[in-house]
């Protein structure tokens, strides 16, 4: 236990006194946070210019409040067909095209300006699912006070925050995860403390797990300065079953780390291993809409994104974070990263070379 | 009872025999040095003895026991400095040897009194980045040392030291031995291992060419003496004329004699009166080792 203990205080010492790691696990991320969250959302967005196709009885229905923010948020014209629409969206005259397909809202519109992409998507994402929230409650009689759901509305409809934190954290904790894994990894066997270490009479199994409660206690406390900072400045509000967000970030953490290794295993330096681990991550971050959705995406371009451990992350943080499902959700998106882990993990260990030095 | 034995050791790089069938005792208390150029394998030989890589074939004793596989009953008997010195990251000094300290389950207190007998105590808040090669080299010592080991190895302990630190280490180490301890170090300084080392070792190419006390090896070599005349006390014609003579050299600094009989020649120095200021090489264990290894670099 002494053991155990000693080394992950020498960790812990390394990791907050390495400016550079701690940056790039807490402070970098957050600056994405404050940018989106605070810049984005609340400092006058312009009005997105909206075509409208026909008529949209979802708009119609929505409730007085309700109709006052999607007004305050969009700038609506009508025309009859699709093709126009969509051809104003891409000469960039109008940023979105909505339709209604059935009970679907389809909405249209180009990447190029992702951010307004990102905060028109979010503002219908709100509207469409506080409309359902309230004819929910509607239908199961007078049990759930009509109000309270309208306001659930106007606010989900003005903050960009709920959507971007969840994405934003994900990136977060894998990026520190693959890099702090690769990192030790190459970093110890370089310097050869991997084999001093191997000389002290210390389980090979207690440095390891030393090594992975110090990544999971570092995931934890960016959780924690996350959801703080985005609650306390920028009106975050969770949903219900929020705190399945904490095994979620502990198991996505063993799931980044085997990536970590991975990056390390296939590496003879500290930097290249560094270099390897962001490589990974960072591609994977934009694949996996921790800073925009790929929900207006191509097809093939979310086959890949279902590929990547990120993306389940991230949708399994909002669902239970800010989409109101219950703690269930959760449970594939476990089970995923828990696999993914798994597998990497012994890929690793089966590249893996004491003598590469 | 010996501390290590090893026979008939071989441990192969690809291409490389960077030990090849070595044979080897060491006894309890014993002060042994392993002397050899670059590349000539006294770090693998250590790395393989320590148990830290596996031997291709031989055997390999260390207090009794088996050490490959990685055997903990070992590890807290043996105490190690590999030549690159390997610390945590962004750690003070104290730090860092109370760290190894807890790893060997010893107390804070001792690990501090170990930074105080290497000299760091002053040192103890500074970050092992921000200490100097030679402090490193320090500090990786204590570390090695902190837990008391019967049986300590040292690869090259005093490589970037100042003579100060390596007169005192000199001391620290002959202190330990003399304590019980059974010590092992490479070094390429020759002095160091006559003044520390019962026994040395002279290794090249991955063999163990003569094992043997320094003095041992110097008589064995059988050397000529070198005799320097201070300038002006004798001109050549004279030097030559002293019986026992091999050679003469004249320079700004004096003439040189080599001879076998370094005494007959003294004596006859001493008539002539020319003996102000002569000076009185024999053989060292430098000679031993370049006539055992020869004069050329090493890849
Ligand atoms: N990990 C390794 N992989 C391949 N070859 C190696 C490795 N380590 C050492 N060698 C080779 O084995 C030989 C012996 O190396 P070793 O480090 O034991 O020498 P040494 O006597 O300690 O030298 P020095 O005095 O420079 O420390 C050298 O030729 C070296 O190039
Ligand atoms: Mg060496």
């Given at each position: 236990m002494r053991a155990f203990s000693a080394i992950a205080a020498a960790i812990v010492r390394g990791f907050v006194r390495d400016r550079a790691s701690l940056f790039f696990a807490v402070v970098f991320p957050l600056m994405f946070l404050v940018f989106f969250g605070g810049v984005l959302s609340d400092r006058g967005q312009p009005a997105a210019e909206l075509v409208q196709v026909g008529d949209l009885a979802l708009v119609e229905a929505l409730s007085p409040e309700a109709r006052e923010a999607f007004d305050a948020a969009f700038d609506v014209r009508r025309v009859d067909d699709l093709d126009t629409a969509l051809e104003q969206v891409r000469s960039g005259d109008a940023d979105v095209a909505l339709r209604q397909d059935g009970g679907t809202l389809v909405a249209h519109y180009t990447q190029t300006d992702q951010v307004q992409a990102a905060v028109t998507q979010a503002t219908l994402r709100a509207l469409v699912e506080g409309t359902n929230v309230a004819l929910l409650a509607q239908e199961a009689g007078s049990a759930v006070p009509f109000a309270l759901d309208v306001e659930r509305v106007e606010d989900e409809s003005l903050t960009v925050i709920q959507f971007v934190t969840p994405g934003l954290l994900g990136w977060a904790i894998a990026t520190s995860a693959a890099i702090g894994a690769a990192a030790t990894l190459q970093g110890w066997r370089q310097t050869k403390l991997m084999r001093r270490l191997q000389l002290a009479p210390v389980r090979t199994r207690t440095i390891v797990s030393a090594r992975v409660v110090v990544t999971l206690g570092i995931a934890l406390v960016q959780t924690a300065i996350f959801l703080g900072v985005g609650m306390a400045f920028f009106g975050l509000s969770l949903t219900g079953s929020w705190w399945m967000a904490v095994p979620l970030v502990l198991v996505g953490t063993l799931c980044f780390m085997a990536l970590g290794l991975l990056a390390g295993a296939l590496t003879t330096t500290a930097e290249a291993a560094v270099n390897a681990a962001n490589f990974m991550v960072l591609p994977m971050a934009f694949l996996s809409g921790s800073f925009f959705s790929l929900d207006g995406a191509p097809r093939w371009l979310q086959t890949i994104s279902d590929l990547m451990p990120l993306k389940h992350l991230n949708e399994g943080m909002l669902d239970v974070m800010v989409r109101g499902e219950g703690p269930a959700a959760a449970l594939p998106v476990l089970g995923i990263l828990a696999a993914f882990a798994l597998v990497v993990t012994l890929v690793s260990a089966k590249l893996f070379r004491w003598d590469s030095v | 009872m010996t501390a290590i034995r090893v026979r008939d050791l071989t441990k192969v790089y690809g291409e490389v025999r960077a030990v090849d069938g070595v044979d080897l005792d060491v006894a309890d208390g014993e002060f042994v040095g392993v002397l050899g150029p670059n590349g000539a394998g006294k770090t693998t030989l250590l790395e393989v003895v320590e148990g830290l890589r596996r031997p291709d074939s031989g055997t390999v004793e260390v207090l009794g026991e088996q050490v490959w596989p990685r055997n903990a009953a070992v590890l807290p008997r043996i105490g190690v400095q590999l030549q690159a010195s390997a610390f945590f990251e962004r750690l003070t000094a104290r730090e860092q040897i109370r760290t190894f300290a807890a790893l060997y389950d010893v107390s804070p207190a001792r690990a501090d009194d170990w930074l105080e007998r290497v000299g760091l105590a002053e040192k103890a808040s500074a970050r092992v980045e921000d200490l100097s090669g030679g402090q490193a080299q320090r500090l990786s010592i204590a570390c090695a040392l902190v837990h008391d080991p019967e049986l300590v190895f040292l690869d090259e302990p005093t490589a970037s030291l100042d003579p100060q630190a390596r007169r005192n280490l000199w001391d620290l180490l002959s202190g330990i031995n003399e304590a019980g301890r059974t010590v092992v170090l490479t070094t390429h300084y020759m002095d160091e291992a006559e003044v520390l080392c019962d026994r040395v070792a002279v290794m090249d190419s991955g063999r163990v060419l003569q094992v043997g006390s320094p003095a041992e090896l110097v008589r064995h070599l059988d050397a000529p003496a070198r005799i320097l005349v201070a300038p002006g006390q004798l001109d050549e014609a004279g030097a030559r004329g002293?019986?026992?003579?091999?050679s003469v050299e004249v320079g700004p600094d004096g003439t040189v004699l080599t001879t076998r009989h370094p005494a007959d020649v003294v004596a006859r120095l001493g008539e002539l009166g020319a003996l102000d200021g002569v000076r009185v090489q024999t053989g060292t264990l430098e000679d031993v080792f370049l006539a055992l290894t020869g004069r050329s670099y090493r890849a």
């Open positions: - | 002293i019986a026992g003579t091999e």
